[in-house]
């Protein structure tokens, strides 16, 4: 296990796995019953896959740009 995750050599079937948990997890969404949902957004097959991944990329990219523009992120050598 730990040479898997942990060696490049493995990288390809690494990605390929993560894929395929992503389909996975998407198609047990259309599974799911949704008789009980409170909102429009729940009631759709899918939905809790993109809320999530869009609302990763949103964290990731802001924490980026503050990191970047907002001086949070400095060289190595800053106190040299």
């Given at each position: 296990?730990?040479?898997?995750?942990g060696?490049?050599r493995?990288?390809?079937?690494?990605r390929?796995?993560?894929y395929?948990v992503?389909?996975?997890?998407?198609?047990?969404?259309?599974?799911v019953?949704?008789?009980?949902?409170?909102?429009?957004?729940?009631?759709?097959?899918?939905?809790?896959?993109?809320?999530g991944?869009?609302?990763?990329?949103?964290?990731?990219?802001?924490?980026k740009?503050l990191?970047?523009q907002?001086?949070?992120?400095?060289?190595?050598d800053?106190?040299?």
């Amino acid at each position: 296990v730990v040479d898997f995750f942990g060696d490049g050599r493995h990288a390809n079937q690494r990605r390929r796995l993560f894929y395929l948990v992503l389909v996975l997890i998407v198609i047990a969404d259309f599974l799911v019953s949704r008789q009980h949902a409170e909102y429009l957004w729940d009631r759709l097959p899918g939905w809790s896959a993109i809320y999530g991944f869009g609302s990763c990329a949103l964290l990731i990219f802001v924490s980026k740009f503050l990191g970047h523009q907002g001086g949070l992120m400095r060289r190595e050598d800053y106190y040299d």
